[in-house]
């Protein structure tokens, strides 16, 4: 039930979900963004309200949102990331139903069936992933006109989709690294590289989740992600993961030695063939 999209966010910040315990493990600081809950939060420390309204329409039958709405989410996220300090932003997401719409806007903006980008979500059985399947070929053929990545944002993509592309842009423009959580997060991304190819050159995909279009998404950009733990969570924690990686990785560049400085031998023929058995 939607209702637990609310009930998330204030378990997020009660600090009790599993990416409140990985940025608390990991020094990371937590903004939650309610970009259109149904729900009214009370303010409070660690919560940023950018609702442009309370939920999107319903796509099989008009566009999830007014191109009005999707300025002003693309704008909510691009100010986030600008109100932010540090060099590196991790994206996730928190949404009961969302990967219907991160499904929508990979089979409209790259060809491939609904049935190959559709997945189980949070754990349908056969049942409930042949009706998913019908309404999302619904929705698909509602909008068989759409193909412009702007125009697919707005006809299925939820308000948390279009404030991560906006915040995914400006990020991008600022040269932070963006490291991208799983599908929903990886569907905002391909929106925002069809604006800007350039954003992927800024962006590190943590892992391939056990959501089945992820794997066909990641292919559809080009890119391999850090970790492939068959993760469905989202709600950031993947990102999470994948950041002592990141640590690690910039460690060894600053203060590993070479062999050169380390005084270490190697001669041509060891240097360019490895050891024979």
């Known amino acids: 039930p939607s209702d637990v999209t609310w009930q998330m966010v204030e378990n997020f910040l009660a600090g009790g979900a599993a990416v409140s315990v990985l940025a608390r493990q990991h020094g990371l600081a937590l903004t939650v963004v309610d970009a259109g809950v149904a729900h009214d939060f009370t303010p409070c420390s660690g919560l940023e309200i950018r609702k442009v309204a309370r939920g999107t329409a319903d796509c099989t039958t008009q566009p999830a949102m007014t191109h009005e709405q999707m300025s002003e ?62 309404i999302l070929n619904e929705a698909l053929t509602c909008h068989a006109a759409v193909t412009e990545p702007l125009d697919a944002l707005a006809a299925f993509g939820g308000f948390e989709i279009a404030e991560m592309v906006g915040a995914i842009l400006q990020a991008a423009a600022e040269n932070r690294v963006i490291l991208v959580d799983g599908f929903i997060t990886t569907s905002a991304v391909l929106v925002a590289s069809r604006l ?82």
């Open 73 to 134: 989410a693309l704008w909510h996220g691009q100010d986030l990331v600008r109100s932010l300090p540090g060099n590196t932003i991790l994206l996730g997401e928190m949404g009961i139903g969302n990967t219907s719409s991160a499904a929508l806007l990979m089979a409209c903006l790259t060809g491939e069936s609904i049935e190959a980008c559709t997945g189980r979500g949070t754990g349908l059985d056969d049942a409930g992933l042949t009706r998913k399947l019908a």
């Open 196 to 277: 800007q190819p350039l954003v992927l050159q800024r962006c590190v995909f943590a892992h391939q989740s056990d959501e089945s279009g992820h794997a066909r998404m990641l292919a559809h950009l080009g890119v391999h992600a850090l970790l492939k733990l068959r993760l469905r969570l989202g709600e950031g924690s993947g990102a999470a993961l994948a950041w002592p990686l990141l640590e690690s990785a910039c460690r060894i560049l600053r203060e590993m030695a070479s062999f050169e400085a380390a005084g270490v031998s190697v001669s041509e023929h060891d240097a360019g063939q490895a050891p024979q058995q």
